[in-house]
Antibody, heavy 125, light 106 residues
Framework: QVQLEESGPGLVKPSQTLSLTCTVSGASITSGGYYCSWIRQHPGKGLEWIGH???????YYNPSLKSRAAISIDTSENQFSLRLNSVTAADTAVYYC?????????????????WGQGTMVTVSS | DIQMTQSPSALSASIGDRVTITCRASQAIRRDLAWYQQKLGKAPKRLISAASSLQSAVPSRFSGSGSGTEFTLTISSLQPEDFATYYCLQHNSYPYTFGQGTKLEI
């Protein structure tokens, strides 16, 4: 049974870099077959896709983040990470990692099927 | 970006009611649409993918339909555990975008 779990600091100071890690258990990231994704939810608000990465290194980001986001994979730890720089209070949110199944033969990427439980990050001095 | 307009934003209903939630895409997205249910403090749970494909273990009272720009999620007979917030997601084009959510209340 595949599980995802987010970890990282719950409090980040303005202008600093938010760093989160998602640990995948029950499957190997390098086996392929899905994109590793980050999604966030501002308090009491809707969902915003941040971006995702394939184990081969292909990455896609939401332009709304103005190139502040970077997603990477650590295959040795079976983890993937999010770094968001120059944070402000507007980046305060629950951050979720999730996987999006990807079918190489057709190039089709399905919607997120498995999510982590989410981690709250507050940006404040 | 593709805008997903979800309606209504809130809905009051009773046990046993039939309810329908709609998502409209600002441009055609084929059937690249999923529906999620989110309960307070929990991660979203995928109910339906590819517009109408029910996920395993999701009760058959949930159904989805549509293609192109208009999609619906229907709950045929509301149960107590269905009171939650529902979101649609388009994954046809980057950036992926969600509807603003529908809060289903008793």
């Amino acid at each position: 049974q595949v599980q995802l779990e987010e970890s990282g600091p719950g409090l980040v100071k303005p202008s600093q870099t938010l760093s989160l890690t998602c640990t995948v258990s029950g499957a190997s990231i390098t086996s392929g077959g899905y994109y590793c994704s980050w999604i966030r939810q501002h308090p009491g608000k809707g969902l915003e896709w941040i971006g995702h990465i394939y184990y081969s290194g292909n990455t896609y980001y939401n332009p709304s983040l103005k190139s502040r986001a970077a997603i990477s994979i650590d295959t040795s730890e079976n983890q993937f990470s999010l770094r968001l720089n120059s944070v402000t209070a507007a980046d305060t949110a629950v951050y979720y990692c999730a996987r999006a199944p990807h079918y190489v033969s057709s190039g089709y990427t399905d919607a997120f099927d498995i999510w982590g439980q989410g981690t709250m990050v507050t940006v404040s001095s | 970006d593709i805008q997903m307009t979800q309606s209504p934003s809130a809905l009051s209903a009773s046990i046993g009611d039939r309810v329908t939630i709609t998502c409209r895409a600002s441009q055609a997205i084929r059937r690249d649409l999923a529906w999620y249910q989110q309960k307070l403090g929990k991660a979203p749970k995928r109910l339906i993918s590819a517009a109408s494909s029910l996920q395993s273990a999701v009760p058959s009272r949930f159904s989805g339909s549509g293609s192109g720009t208009e999609f619906t999620l229907t709950i045929s007979s509301l149960q107590p555990e269905d009171f939650a917030t529902y979101y649609c997601l388009q994954h046809n084009s980057y950036p992926y975008t969600f509807g603003q959510g529908t809060k289903l209340e008793i």
